[in-house]
């Protein structure tokens, strides 16, 4: 077994962190910004000095390739360089920087490679400047319409189509990935649970499913001081209502459940004026579609009308349950028991480039923890030891799929 090297991956993500570099240790690198084209930049220069051919896609996403002996379909490694607004220095950046430090081993130690690895940094994954998140993986594995992801604009009124132009990433379309003989995506969990447990590796089974719904209320503007309380068409008075029934719900649904009540608009948001409306939304994710389908019976089944007013529930979005392929997940498994390190199945409550991936190319995710289970914020923080221990269980992984490989044994997909 080959170990990755720790304070060379430490020295790599300490002078990744430089590009975006905010005040309180964390990063602002939106996709295609200055500071993302300075990341990517070196990001090549590195991949390049290890002997790697660079390619861009139509969709800036970046290929670097190291070859192998026999013309197979690569192993892919990666994840994406962008980050929210004062995000932290783990998220993404750790899936492409301990995807390089695996390729750095089997270069230090002159390990054949029977089939080509491949690392790939997916653009605007976080979906911070340009909407939805995940945008290119989603593009070319047929998620997203290229032509509407390309209207997409920024708060500066910069469309995702000038700032691809303006980079000079805008590859092309025939460098999409295709194929591939596995794919694994390292990361941190964005969580608490591995932590509290005291687990180091993560073995993600797959993404949770979601829903998430636009709750609009109705009521009726008016003074506040004027009013009698009996008289009122109260619209903020039925949300809170709804709020405290849905908790109780849903709480009753099963207790992984998780459900959110993130955002709230009321009209005329004056605090002298009785609202006219209120809006609110909830998330709510579950790996189970079943458990999915309560939620979803729940929330449809609002009363329509309530203390004089009106309810609507629109449903904004959705995704199933992404289910990873249970043979890489064996395999990684198994990495970890070969170096000792303990392990769990987990899913991902968060969306990942991988769940799309899943969908042309046999998947997996390896998460590390997060400390008090801080993600998007500067305070994100992993160990730098926690890091090496997943590089060195995505380098087993993909030389034990390498060895597979080589065999030409497919790998199983149920």
Known sequence: MYKCNQIRLQQTIEYFSRFGATENGGVTRLSLSEEDLAA????????????????????????????????????????????????????????VLTALEAVRTIVDNDIELEAPLMIVNFT????????????????????????????????????????????????????????????????????????AEGIEIGVVEGVMGMVCYEIHIKGESNHAGTTPMKMRKDPMLLAAKLISYLDKELGDVDETLVYTFGRMHTMPNIPTVIPSEVIFTIDSRHKDPNIMEQVENILRSLPKEDSGCTVHANKLWGRDTVHFTPAICDEVEVACQRFGYSSRRIYSGAGHDAQFIAAIVPSVMIFVPSAGGKSHCEEEETSYEECARGADV??????????????HQPITTK
Do not use: W
């Open 40 to 95: 990517r930049q070196y990001f090549r220069e590195c991949c390049e000095a290890l002997g790697m051919e660079v390619k861009v896609d139509d969709m800036a996403n970046m290929y670097a390739v190291l070859s192998g002996k026999y013309d197979l379909p690569p192993i892919v490694m990666g994840s994406h360089l962008d980050s929210v607004v004062k995000g932290g220095r783990f998220d993404g950046v750790l899936g």
């Open 124 to 195: 605007n994954e976080e979906g911070a400047r340009f909407e939805p998140a995940m945008m290119s993986s989603g593009v070319i594995t047929g998620k997203f319409e290229k032509e509407t992801m390309l209207r997409s604009v920024d708060r500066e009124g910069i469309t995702f189509a000038e700032a691809l132009s303006k980079s000079g990433y805008e590859g092309k379309a025939e460098n999409r990935l295709k194929e591939a003989y596995a794919y694994l995506e390292l990361h941190i969990e964005q969580g608490p649970v591995l932590e």
């Open 394 to 407: 995505l380098l087993e992984s993909i030389l034990m799929l390498q060895a597979k490989q080589s065999l």
